[in-house]
């Protein structure tokens, strides 16, 4: 049978607390058996230092102990009087009972009588011996585990007081009022784990409810939804998981942005050189347009322009794929963009925009790269300033070195770069202005290639 996750997380709380209030119980019970053992001890030998000083005034008043060997009641009036204040004092003797136990043998029935009213079982468990250690009092069969202790008059000792231990609470007092908190505790212990049930039912709802929040939100993005979003804090770690789904399904939802722009700009950049070339042949096959050496040249330019523009998105899709190769070797990083600068120098020339270069010469500037890709980074980035600087600018590249650090600065004329397309200018098919011409503006994938090659 299938469990969702709720009941799965309410029986987890429920047993948990379950085990922790049984526990508790446990471990209250042992604590408070041992506890009230050792209360009753402590009254007890109290109880037991009062008789011994009773015991001793009483014989020094009689000179021995026959006023107790037939005499229970007398012996059950000492064993009273050491009774502690706060607990209950044992009913009176009637007289005929007490005449009775006068007369009686010390285990007649008034005695055991006057033993079921006590309201503790100490008295059942006091022996008195003589000097000779002879019982006058107490149970037929004992065994005292410690030696009795001597009672004394004038410094010579006139008999022996004992106390044989408790196996267990006997007193119906006792026992009762030991019921009565093993069944509080038990009823609080039922009250806690119906209160921890009560609270795991709302709590395993919320926990779940997000979760399934979650799990269909999921389902939405899978299904193409990337707009779907969770609601989420910072407080836990499944409001850390909603901010991160969220994170995600922006991420996917710009992707495919990013996708359908990038489709319509590809489309739109390759049909334009195909829609001039197809003008133009047109136009040679009509003889609308004579065929001369001009008219071939602007096809050649055309189709050099649509060949540098599939190139760029060969070279694009090879590093989406990680496949663009690199021939890493020591090279001079001076020498390498000089390299890159002598062709331009003329068509910066043309233009009218001052090109200076400061690159050192007395030392070099080693590298561990691929020459060919560092020239094709160069001479993009040389071309970019070639199409969008101003004529009467200028371009200066510099190279310098710092702390075993080489750094290039390209630094050109106006127009610069509004801050709010800073971000932006790395994008593939982005322009600063789209409505510059495409064939001396580019397809703007030369600086989304130096970003790839660096």
């Keep these: 049978m299938k469990i969702s996750i709720k009941y799965r997380l309410f029986l987890a709380f429920l047993l948990a607390t379950c085990t922790l209030v049984g526990c508790m119980f446990l471990v209250m019970q042992i604590s408070f058996n041992r506890g009230f053992l050792h209360y009753i001890n402590n ?5 037991l230092v009062q008789l011994s000083d009773n015991l001793q005034t009483a014989y020094s008043s009689h000179g021995s102990w026959e006023f107790l060997r037939d005499n ?14 706060d607990l209950p004092r044992p009913r009176p003797l009637r007289k005929r009972d007490e005449r009775l136990a006068k007369d009686a043998a010390p285990d007649a029935w008034p005695l055991r009588r006057i033993m079921r009213q006590s309201p503790h079982q100490f008295e059942r468990r006091v022996v008195l011996l003589d000097t000779d250690q002879e019982q006058i009092f107490g149970p037929r069969r004992y065994r005292l585990n410690t030696a009795p202790k001597p009672l004394t008059v004038g410094g010579v000792t006139i008999g022996y007081l004992g106390l044989l231990p408790p196996k267990n609470i006997v007193n119906p007092q006792q026992q009762q009022f030991v019921q009565k908190q093993r069944r509080s505790f038990a009823v609080i212990a039922l009250i806690m784990a119906a209160v921890a049930a009560l609270f795991s039912i709302p709590l395993a709802q919320r926990l779940v409810r997000r979760i399934t929040n979650l799990a269909a939100a999921t389902h939405l993005l899978t299904a193409g939804q990337y707009d779907t979003r969770v609601s989420a804090g910072t407080s836990d770690e499944l409001d850390q998981l909603a901010q991160d789904f969220n994170s ?9 942005q990013l996708r359908r722009q990038w489709v319509a700009d590809i489309s739109h950049e390759l049909r334009t050189p195909l829609a001039v070339l197809r003008g133009e042949i047109e136009a040679l096959q009509d003889g609308v347009r004579p065929q001369s050496p001009q008219s071939l040249t ?6 050099m322009h649509l060949n540098r523009l599939v190139e760029d998105l060969y070279q694009l899709s090879l590093a989406d794929i990680n496949a663009l190769s690199y021939r890493k070797e020591p090279t001079d990083l ?11 120098r003329g068509e910066f020339a043309d233009r009218g925009i001052q090109l200076t270069c400061t690159i050192p010469t007395d030392v070099p500037l080693p590298i561990l790269a691929d020459s060919r890709r560092l020239h094709q980074l160069f001479s993009n980035l040389l071309e970019n300033s070639l199409r969008y600087t101003e004529e009467g600018g200028k371009l200066q590249v510099r190279a310098t070195q710092n702390a075993g650090r080489t750094a290039i600065h390209f630094e050109d004329t106006a127009p610069g770069v509004p801050k709010d397309k800073m971000e932006c200018l790395f994008d593939r098919l982005f322009r600063v202005e789209n409505s510059r011409s495409r064939r001396t503006g580019g397809a703007g994938l030369g600086l989304a290639l130096c970003k790839t090659i660096v």
């Design 43 to 47: 009254i007890e030998q109290a109880r």
């Design 248 to 256: 995600l399904a922006q991420t996917l939802e710009k992707n495919q």
């Design 298 to 303: 602007m096809l050649h330019d055309e189709v």
């Design 72 to 85: 229970p009641a007398a012996w059950f009036r000492l064993l009273a009087d050491t009774l502690p204040e």
């Design 334 to 344: 001076g020498e390498t963009l000089r390299q890159a600068i002598e062709p331009f």
